[in-house]
């Protein structure tokens, strides 16, 4: 019979795939970063599987956690550690790669003890600081008490000195776990999860315990019974923090402070409101604690007197594609001339980075510790298929690494402000973190809402959950944000409510935002003549010109390929036709067919310039190329990404404000198809309201409103409709 699963499941987790499997070795057990070597230590036939991250650095070691879950629970952590340490990780045997026997004898304290140590000798590490959570929190005080001359710190979050209950609450627990895997893990996570908006560590933890079953979990709890390790406690000599939070459902907070309590000279650091997990839920809090415990605060440092400081800007731009950078930039632009002292440094990745370097700009080095979002979109997306939302949600490890990158650079220089558009990233740990905040913020966006696509009620139920946390933390620290600005009109956001009695998204963002206006990087009137704009770009005379763009991931490869098929008929019934592809910097050339007339290239500088003077243009559907298409007027079509809510709902809406909503979906059509209604667009007049030009000007004021200090005026445009 299938075990039952409980409705919180199916409301956050969704559908399970088999219970017990070993975790995808492909991405496991982090998506941002790669061990710098690994391997399995064995002990008496079972082997247990250990990760190294990093190359140098004093040595960090995470002591195996109890095997409900499993490494892929320090995914916030990790990899932003590794980066100031060497860091030890291990699954402990019955979880994770590592072995998992079958007989009850294998499961005990002295056996992951012993697998801790052959995993630290066989990666040959010496002197360490050492971290234990939970249940792992016996084992590191069980070190760094047996072996002093090796352990330099003791961190434990969430610990406890024993786990010595009585025998028949021990009994139910195993029973339950075996039983009902299900119902015990939702039990198990429920209370160790207690903070609000919890969802996504909740989906997570309950995926990590679904990768095992009852029945070895069972044994593997037997195993860190009836342990007590307070003599040990009070025999260390080395620094040690203990991290609680006293919200804590699954080891009470008065346990912590026993730990605090026995352990001499320890810190304590108590987690108000805080849950089981700390470097789960508050990993921000847990990464800067850790690095300032073990490493200390640098030996050598600069500080400049205020006044002679340069007044700097850090400008945090979205990498996905080139739309958001190539608008920043023309704020940017604008910004100097109000703010002519004003020196500008750029946070970004590739191919935004690239774009920036070519144009002049100076990329901050320390992005060369960002982790890409490109990659991410194009493992989870299908065939012309990116549910925006999900990728959203299960990027929260590239999230926080990238923040902590910011966190640091806010540490180690001045700027006298951070605009961020759509830095979802550092608007989101700000306010998780508010006291971090040390100088103005300006936030910038195109769309506000997460809005489920398809009629899901668990997507749904997840929009809503992470809408009312915007909301909630707007309400409580609007200081946060020193200005937020939408770019574009009123009428460009929907009246759809953010979820079941939330409001409507409107009315909200009426309140919490300024409008800019559409931003536009260059003045279409530039650009009208285009013949001129032919002959300056190489096209010749009489020949149309077709241009395909999908931006710059590889989510759009199938879309093209889907173009290029339809090439040879659109040819056909328009010889003088050429067709470019503009596959971008992540697909090659050579995954296209070769055929005459179609030319396929990887980027294409200022690519708005061979848009404003083509005969037609064929798009993913994002709104920046699309919004460029209206402004100077081109025939376009338009395929959005299948359940891409932004895509889908928010640009529709805004280009339909424009007149000029030509999106087709993309599994209806043939290349047969696709071919003739693109001849027949390309032929068609069309009938766009004009688009405002001083958007990037608007958006440039209200930001020095903000760097002088004044209250940021209410700019809406007036120019469309």
Not at 681 to 700: C, I, L, N, Q, S
Request: with cysteine; net charge negative; charged share 25%.
């Amino acid at each position: 019979m299938p075990m039952r699963l409980p409705e919180s499941f199916r409301k956050v987790v969704g559908e399970l795939p088999e219970a017990g499997r070993i975790p995808d070795v492909a991405h496991y057990p982090f998506e941002t970063v790669r061990p710098t070597r690994d391997g399995y230590g064995e002990r008496d036939g079972v082997r247990c599987w250990f990760a190294v991250w990093g190359d140098s650095g004093p040595w960090l070691a995470f002591a195996p956690i109890f095997q409900i879950v499993n490494m892929q629970m320090l995914k916030a952590t990790v990899p932003y550690l590794s980066q100031h340490f060497r860091v030890l990780t291990m699954d402990n045997r019955g979880s994770g790669r590592s072995d998992r026997p079958a007989r009850k004898d294998a499961y005990t304290f002295d056996e992951y003890y012993a697998d801790f140590l052959a995993a630290l000798d066989t990666a040959g590490v010496d002197r360490l600081a050492v971290i234990g959570i939970s249940a792992a929190t016996m084992t590191t005080l069980r070190l760094a008490a047996e072996q002093p001359e090796r352990v330099t710190h003791v961190i434990v979050a969430g610990g406890r000195l024993g786990d010595a209950p009585p025998v028949e609450a021990a009994r139910k627990r195993s029973e339950r776990m075996r039983s009902d895997w299900p119902g015990y893990l939702e039990s198990f996570f429920t209370n160790g999860l207690t903070e609000p908006h919890s969802t996504k560590p909740f989906e997570d933890a309950v995926r990590y315990g679904w990768a095992n079953t009852g029945e070895i979990v069972a044994l593997c709890s037997e195993g860190w019974a009836g342990n007590d390790v307070r003599e040990l406690a009070r025999r260390l000599r080395c620094p040690a923090l203990v991290i609680h939070g006293d919200g804590d459902g699954l080891i009470p907070y008065a346990m912590g402070r026993a730990v605090h309590d026995i352990v001499p000279d320890s810190r304590l650091l108590t987690i108000g409101g805080g849950g089981h997990l700390p470097a789960v839920r508050d990993p921000v809090l847990f990464n800067r604690s850790v690095r300032d415990f073990v490493a200390g605060k640098p030996r050598i440092s600069t500080w400049v007197r205020a006044m002679n400081r340069k007044r700097r800007a850090l400008f945090i731009s979205s990498p996905i594609g080139l739309g958001h950078v190539q608008r920043d930039l023309a704020i940017a632009r604008e910004l100097r001339k109000v703010e002519p002292d004003l020196d500008i440094d750029w946070f970004t990745v590739d191919p935004a980075a690239r774009y920036l370097e070519r144009e002049g700009e100076r990329v901050h080095p320390i992005t060369a510790r960002l982790a890409n979002e490109s990659s991410h979109f194009e493992r989870v997306a299908g065939e012309h298929d990116l549910s925006a939302f999900f990728a959203l949600r299960s990027m929260d490890e590239i999230m926080i690494r990238n923040f902590m990158t910011f966190s640091d650079l806010m540490e180690s220089e001045h700027y006298d402000l951070v605009i961020g558009d759509e830095a979802w990233d550092v608007d989101y740990y700000f306010h998780e973190n508010p006291e971090l905040k040390r100088q103005p913020f300006v936030f910038l966006t195109d769309f506000v809402g997460c809005l489920p696509v398809e009629d899901d009620e668990r997507e749904a139920f997840l929009c809503a959950d992470r809408n009312a946390d915007d909301i909630e933390h707007v309400a409580r620290f609007p200081y946060v944000r020193d200005a937020a600005i939408f770019v574009g009109n009123p009428e460009d956001v929907t009246e759809k409510p953010f979820g079941p009695g939330l409001p409507s998204i409107r009315a909200w963002t009426d309140k919490n935002f300024s409008y800019s206006g559409y931003t536009l990087p260059f003045d279409p009137a530039a650009l009208a003549d285009t013949e001129k704009i032919r002959g300056r770009l190489g096209y010749q005379r009489g020949e149309k010109i077709a241009i395909a763009s999908v931006g710059g991931t590889g989510v759009g490869k199938h879309l093209l390929d889907k173009i290029a098929a339809a090439y040879p008929r659109m040819k056909r019934q328009v010889p003088e036709l050429r067709l470019i592809l503009v596959a971008g910097p992540r697909l090659s050339p050579d995954a296209f067919p070769r055929m005459e007339g179609l030319e396929v290239k990887s980027y294409v500088h200022n690519l708005f310039e061979h848009l404003a003077c083509c005969d037609l243009a064929l798009v993913q559907g994002g709104l920046t190329t699309c919004m460029e298409l209206t402004a100077t007027r081109r025939p376009f079509l338009s395929f959005p990404l299948k359940r891409h809510f932004e895509q889908c709902v928010h640009v529709r809406r805004r280009l339909d404000n424009y007149g000029a909503d030509r999106a087709l979906e993309y599994t209806a059509l043939t290349p047969e198809a696709l071919a003739d209604r693109a001849l027949e667009t390309m032929h068609a007049p069309v009938h766009y309201k004009t688009v405002e030009t001083d958007g990037a000007a608007r958006a440039a004021h209200l930001i020095a409103d903000v760097l002088q200090n004044r209250r940021p005026r209410e700019l809406v445009s007036n120019t469309t409709k």
